[in-house]
């Protein structure tokens, strides 16, 4: 997790192209986060580089630290941010594993959770609508992948996953299923185990019963809340004074946690007293930006 060595003329062409994301509330969270000339933002979650590029434009001088658990971000981001590389400085690795080296910043955002991109990209594991290894991994140097909670962990351990960061309510049921059917190779293996251990009225329900089930799994192979815990406890001492947080969740785990700790930091005043969400034109161009919830939060003295 060191600080990455930007190349920009000698980044590969794919993963540029394949790592297309379009940033949800961009216009919310520039306006809230009140860019000023010559400062300096980290963007704990760059992806493809979109609230980055509009944070370099929003004003004069302005430097960006862009962080990402996932090479194929980072490369993608360097590659389309590639006009600004004298104000910009890429850190690939857990945004909770970052350490500023005694630098504070002007503004910090983090937009949570799987990237459209993970989603879209079969080969990553994301996806039950596409086959693929189970892998799920965002940062790929790590060794635990799907495949290995799904095939090793215990019945009780996944119940607990898919219960508490799926919010399954069918939890034990679907584990017993899935390691009664043990081992599984691939995405698709594990959501047709996964369809046909619920009731037939629940597996062709409004979303795919394993739509949760997937979610409580990529959770716990990232260690996502464990890491936006430790990142949120953190923050706050990573600001200038009247700094600024935004911090976008789309799920109610994600956004429970935000609300919580920059209500209940000392350090912090929170500018939102309900989440910013998406306006209609919007969600009419992206209908993936239907559950973001946007919270802003500012240093105290």
């Known amino acids: 997790m060191n600080e990455i060595k930007t190349d920009f003329q000698s980044l590969p062409d794919r993963e540029d192209q394949v790592f297309f994301h379009i940033p949800v509330l961009s216009r919310e969270l520039i306006a809230g986060l009140a860019v000023r000339p ?16 509009l944070i370099l434009e929003a004003a004069a001088d302005v430097r960006v630290t862009a ?3 996932d090479e194929q971000a980072i490369a993608a981001a360097q590659t389309k941010l590639c006009q ?4 910009l400085q890429f850190w690939q690795g857990n945004f909770a594993d970052y350490q500023p080296n005694n630098i504070t910043f002007d503004g910090i955002i983090a937009d949570l959770g799987v ?16 086959e693929a290894d189970l892998d799920m991994r965002m940062d790929r140097r790590q ?25 399954e309510r069918l939890s034990r ?4 299923r899935i390691v009664e059917r043990r081992p599984f190779k691939t995405t698709t293996e594990l959501a047709e185990a996964i369809a046909y251990s619920v ?17 409580g799994l990529r959770i716990a192979v990232n260690q996502e809340l464990t890491s936006l815990e430790t990142f949120l406890n953190k923050v706050p001492s990573w600001l200038k004074l009247d700094g600024i947080v935004g911090i976008i969740s789309f799920h109610s785990l994600e956004d429970r946690l935000v609300k919580h700790s920059l209500r209940e930091s000392p350090l912090l005043r929170v500018l939102t007293k309900k989440p910013i969400t998406a306006q209609e034109d919007e969600l009419a161009n992206n209908p993936r930006s239907r559950s973001a919830k946007l919270r802003f939060a500012q240093r105290l003295e």
């Not at 990237?115 to 596409?130: C, M, N, Q």
């Open 38 to 53: 010559g400062g300096h933002y980290l963007d704990t979650t760059v992806g493809g580089g979109g609230h980055s590029r």
């Open 67 to 69: 962080i990402d658990r």
């Open 84 to 87: 600004y590389s004298d104000r």
């Open 115 to 130: 990237s459209s991109v993970h989603l879209d990209f079969p080969e990553r594991g994301f996806s039950f609508k596409h």
């Open 143 to 167: 060794s635990l992948t799907a495949a290995e909670v799904i095939n090793h962990w215990d019945e009780a351990e996944l119940a607990d996953i898919f219960f508490k960061y799926g919010e």
């Open 173 to 176: 049921r679907i584990a017993r």
């Open 199 to 215: 009731p037939r009225q629940y597996r062709y329900g409004r979303i795919h019963p394993a739509t949760r089930v997937f979610q």
